[in-house]
């Protein structure tokens, strides 16, 4: 079978070229800690670490200085809770699961991004250096009002 | 064979009829399609149609038809009369048509149940349908009915090469109908799962049979499917770009084996590769995230042969021609017939569409662009212009040689393929760019009370782009409406392009590059190795317990 110099050499180029991409991108997962939400290991998400829910305002828990602890919930079509605040520099870790249908949340200018189903629990970490707003929505569609269930963390100085 | 030997076969008329009303049925879909896509574009901007143009209740119904008709409805069709009519040219006989009909029939009827459904707002769940968002049962039966439509062309392709290859021993399987074969053989593996979701789960759960669903567990079945279809969309562009387009622009197949080959290899890797979807989903180990994400690489390699193969195949057209220099050939091209421009801008697309698709393969750098507009940005280069133009392009002469007339005018084609590509350029520039900046797919976002500043400018792109796409279309549909019945009979039937290889490989060609069996084999062994213990368990926590949700 006969193949093209050039075309060998153009696969062979293109081929080192995506082996070069994912090897970057491994790197970026396994030392700079990129990482994908996977497999909670909290799967009750409201109150299993004591302390009380609050349906109203969700639940927030200071773990250490800086630390914290976020319980989400996802519903048609809002967010509890709607509005977290911390002081800049806390590492947040987000429990996330939703009551109804399948949602989705995306908060703006950092790296969280996740799906949120009914009988799983997401979880996210993510640590706000800068103070500011930070908006988060709902990224996936879920009814007539998707476009109105959104949020946002209020990183204080 | 040489293909040099392939005259033009006598098509009966009822055959003929067949392979147009798929194709009719498929534009007439993507007309609405395109319509409503023109008022998405409007939204974004902040001009709200939906209250003036009262044909969907709102933004996601639109959206729903938008997307069901455009890649599921459109696509197929088209590709249902193009494979037929390709394979029956090829192999220089009529398919069997009572099967024909009958799969236009079954499809036919699919369709209206969609129709049905999307056009009363009892299905506007997206063309994803992720339960538990529930559409009425005609949605799931009719998109069912859809997909068994492209089993009975398996059937009706695998019989014809089978039976030609008896009839022809030692000869290689001729170009057209391979692909075809090719391509219907892998759709009809990777579509079992989408099969066992829409009959087996979603059309039960919405006749109040079983009372609830496993999230996670319908999201993988669906991505099983959901992207392997994509290559379905994509593998018949791609037979026109190496098999009938070299011959367009009077040059030949640069290299037949990497040709076959690719076709090949896309029937193994296009399957494995569905968690690249859900990346983000909780749920799911990282580990098989990343085994996808390898395994989504690899079969980018195809597609990079292809632009390789197609281009070379494209140059020896321009300098037959008399094209000279590094880049002289491609003025050569001859950019006045429709069908070549249509394709040749479809592919400059493509390219970029290629590449945003690698970003959003990419692992990690997927959590920033993840259900962004970024993904649009991405897949309208891709389905919307690699597919979608070739497709236009190839009824440029497929609609003339099927009705016996003449084209009605090649110059309102031209323009129409360059303001496709325009208005794509554009559409797609404000669509990634609005993505990048954190904005949401799929979502009303001229309502969003969050809808920041910097997201204006690119929303305007998208707008702008829609309207240029919109009086594209229209074009489009101008001159087809006017080339069924209102162009004069052409005095030559237009012939069917057939590519040639540019070297005759005879017997040197490995008989492995006219084999299914091993590469179906290979299919379903690398399926096993990269779902197995995810699916395995998603089975054993298996929990049909989320009830359903009409929220539209």
């Known amino acids: 079978m006969h193949i093209d110099r050039y075309e060998r050499n153009w696969i062979r180029f293109a081929g080192g070229l995506l082996v070069v991409f994912a090897a970057a991108l491994t790197v970026a997962a396994v030392f700079l800690g990129v990482r994908l939400p996977g497999i909670a290991e909290q799967t009750i998400p409201i109150a299993q670490a004591g302390g009380e829910y ?37 590492t947040v870790t987000f429990y996330i699961h939703s009551d109804d249908i399948t949602h989705g949340i995306k908060i703006q200018n950092t790296t969280v991004s996740t799906m949120i189903f009914p009988g799983h629990v997401a979880k996210v970490t993510y640590t706000f250096d800068k103070p500011g707003e930070y908006v988060f929505v709902c990224h996936e569609y879920c009814g007539a009002g998707h476009h109105f269930m959104s949020g946002r963390v209020i990183v204080e100085e | 064979m040489s293909l040099a030997a392939i005259k033009q076969y006598e098509m009966p008329r009822s055959e003929r009829n067949l392979y147009l009303s798929f194709i009719l049925i498929g534009f007439a879909h993507l007309m609405v399609g395109l319509f409503l896509g023109f008022m998405q574009g409007m939204q974004h901007a902040g001009i709200d149609l939906y209250r003036v143009i009262p044909i969907v209740r709102h933004y996601y119904q639109g959206l729903t038809i938008h997307g069901v008709f455009n890649v599921l409805v459109f696509t197929t069709f088209f590709i249902a009369g193009f494979l037929l009519f390709v394979t029956s040219t090829s192999l220089k006989k009529p398919i069997n048509l009572r099967l024909g009909w009958l799969t236009f029939c079954v499809m036919t009827i699919g369709l209206l149940l969609t129709d049905y459904a999307v056009f009363t707002n009892q299905a506007s769940v997206l063309y994803t349908a992720y339960s538990p968002l529930e559409a009425h049962w005609t949605f799931y039966l009719g998109l069912a009915l859809v997909v068994v439509g492209t089993w009975l062309q398996l059937l009706i392709v695998g019989r014809m090469v089978l039976q030609w290859r008896k009839e022809n021993p030692g000869q290689r399987t001729p170009l057209l109908a391979f692909g075809a074969l090719a391509t219907l053989l892998m759709w009809g593996l990777a579509s079992i799962p989408l099969a066992v979701l829409f009959v087996g789960i979603l059309l039960p759960w919405s006749l109040d049979l079983i009372p609830g669903v496993d999230v996670l567990f319908n999201r993988t079945l669906f991505w099983m499917s959901g992207h392997p279809i994509v290559y379905f969309w994509l593998l018949p562009a791609y037979l026109s770009w190496y098999f009938m387009l070299p011959k367009q622009v009077g040059g030949k197949l640069f290299s037949e084996p990497l040709a076959r080959l690719a076709f090949l290899l896309f029937i193994p890797l296009s399957l494995p590769v569905g968690f690249h979807h859900q990346y983000v989903d909780p749920g799911v180990a ?165 809808f920041m500043d910097e997201w204006v400018l690119p929303s305007w792109f998208t707008a702008i782009g829609g309207v240029i796409l919109t009086i594209s279309g229209f074009l489009f549909f101008i001159n087809m409406l006017a080339s069924l019945w209102l162009a004069p009979k052409a005095e030559k039937q237009v012939e ?30 690398l399926v096993a190795i990269a779902y197995t213990p995810a699916l395995v368990k998603l089975i054993s926590d298996l929990s049909m317990t989320v009830p359903g949700l009409k929220p539209y």
């Open chain 1, 54 to 90: 609050d349906i109203n305002k969700g639940w927030i828990r200071e773990l250490a200085p800086r630390r914290y602890e976020v319980n989400m919930r996802a519903r048609v079509w809002s967010f509890e809770p709607r509005e977290i605040r911390i002081p800049a520099g806390s």
């Open chain 2, 286 to 450: 990282e580990g098989y995230k990343y085994i996808h994400f390898i395994l989504t690489f690899a079969v980018f390699m195809p597609s990079v042969m292809t632009a390789f193969t197609v281009l070379a195949s494209l140059e020896t057209g321009g300098r037959a021609r008399g094209g000279k220099g590094l880049l002289g050939w491609v003025t050569k091209l001859p950019w006045n017939d429709p069908s070549v421009t249509a394709q040749l801008l479809a592919m400059v697309l493509f390219a970029l569409g290629g590449i945003s698709g690698l970003i959003n393969a990419s692992y990690n750098m997927n959590l920033v662009v993840h259900n962004t507009l970024f993904v649009p940005g991405h897949f309208h280069l891709t389905v919307g212009t690699a597919v979608a133009l070739t497709f236009m392009g190839i009824v440029y002469w497929l609609v003339p040689h099927l009705t016996g007339r003449r084209l009605f005018s090649a110059k309102m084609g031209v323009v129409q393929a360059w303001l496709w590509f325009i208005g794509m350029t554009i559409m797609s520039r404000g669509m990634s760019w609005a993505g990048m900046l954190g904005a949401p797919r799929r979502t009303a976002l001229g309502s969003a009370p969050y």
């Open chain 2, 496 to 525: 069917v392009p057939v590519a040639e290889p540019l070297i005759d490989e005879g017997a040197k060609m490995p008989a492995w590059l006219d084999r299914y069996t091993v590469w179906a084999g290979a299919a379903v062994l």
